[in-house]
């Protein structure tokens, strides 16, 4: 599980996607709730930062998906996809300590 840094990136719907084929972690803040975007073991994932798991990690909010493509694209941000928030989505790289 990553830190999210303090500078937002340069990232939008267009580049989105190559973004995380070569960082493969990402956070997304969308209004006032942050999602965590990660690989992890062969499987895309998206998680909720506001909950946290027994283990005191970040809680699934999307399906274990194989490919990037896929994560973008389910519903998963109150029923909208990261590929419908992009626009209105600030990103930050995830610092791995």
Known sequence: M???AEETLEIGPDTLESYLRSN???FAKV???TY????TDGYW???DCSKLNEKQHFTDCS???PTVTEVLHLPC??????ADVADEAEF???IQE
């Open 2 to 4: 990553g830190v999210m």
């Open 24 to 26: 493969t972690r990402v």
């Open 31 to 33: 209004g006032e709730n």
């Open 36 to 39: 965590y975007v990660t690989h």
């Open 45 to 47: 994932r998206v998680q």
């Open 63 to 65: 399906d274990l998906v």
């Open 77 to 82: 941000i109150d029923g909208k996809s990261l």
């Open 92 to 94: 930050y790289a995830s």
